[in-house]
């Protein structure tokens, strides 16, 4: 049974001790891979929004912030997959981690379950699109995912539905509607992950109920929630643990962490939901 973390929203910038909405966001993002390590994946995702300034230099901070917490925790079996929010540089994105790591647009097969990282990064611009030639791509691989009889989770930076806060929807996904459709029509697809809202947040897809739609904290700091954190813990930075079953259901649980930068002694919190 594979399991998928998500870590979203790490903003690191080219300093290692640039602050990012008052917090150190390179030693919070190496607190994040610690913690999620420590529960043994075997998918490591980073849902966007990488690289706060898009400089070459903060995408050396994160791959380098990776590699050595693969060595901190003898982790080198978990693969990564990363894909560009608004606050990315696409390019640099790929060409400092797409040597080792899947960059959107791109799979990663685990088992009978198949993970499709996309990007909806829009130069020059908050909100995302997804583009009718990588929606063509996706279309082509929810039909080998069936044809191969794997489960499908989708992931992207934007939310592809309106969250119910009127500041993000203004800044959601252009052609959310074109995606859903598509995503809806296949059986495969189990779960679609998002990052950008900076929060917790839990739906399913208005015409397929057994289609989850969930949204990640951030491992910098958190926007107003619209929903309650299961775990009372709404400002604390956090991730979401996915088990992923081999009857293609999803066993998931919030986590969430302290923002301090002392890792002992703290209380972390997970939820079965
Ligand atoms: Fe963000």
């Not at 925790?73 to 696409?90: I, Q, Y």
């Not at 897809?205 to 700091?221: F, N, Q, V, W, Y």
């Amino acid at each position: 049974m594979p399991r998928l973390i998500q870590l979203s929203d790490p903003h690191l910038v080219a300093r290692a001790d640039g602050r990012v909405r008052g917090r150190t966001a390179l030693s919070l993002f190496r607190k994040a891979l610690d913690k999620a390590l420590q529960e043994q994946p075997d998918l490591l995702l980073v849902s966007g929004d990488c690289c706060h300034d898009e400089t070459w230099c903060g995408y050396v901070r994160l791959r380098d912030a990776i590699d050595a917490a693969i060595q901190r925790k003898a982790a080198s079996t978990v693969r990564f997959a990363l894909l560009a929010g608004n606050h990315d540089h696409p390019q640099r994105l790929r060409a400092v981690l797409g040597r080792h790591w899947v960059v959107a647009p791109g799979v990663v097969d685990a088992g009978c379950w198949r993970l499709l990282v996309v990007s909806s990064h829009r130069a020059g611009g908050c909100a995302g699109v997804i583009g009718g030639a990588q929606l063509s791509w996706v279309n082509t691989q929810l039909r080998e995912a069936e044809t191969l009889e794997k489960f499908v989770v989708v992931a992207l930076h934007h939310p592809p539905v309106p969250i119910g806060d009127p500041s993000m929807d203004t800044i959601g996904l252009s052609d959310g509607l074109q995606l859903m459709d598509s995503l809806r029509r296949s059986s495969a697809v189990r779960a679609v992950l998002f990052g950008h809202i900076h929060q917790h947040w839990q739906g399913v897809s208005a015409l397929r109920p057994d289609l989850s739609l969930l949204g990640c904290p951030s491992t910098l700091a958190s926007f107003d929630p619209v929903q309650p954190c299961p775990l009372g813990r709404a400002w604390d930075p956090g991730g979401r643990l996915l088990d992923l079953v081999a009857d293609g259901s999803v066993q998931e649980r919030l986590m969430r962490w302290s923002a301090s930068s002392s890792q002992q002694g703290e209380p972390d919190s997970v939820i079965f939901v």
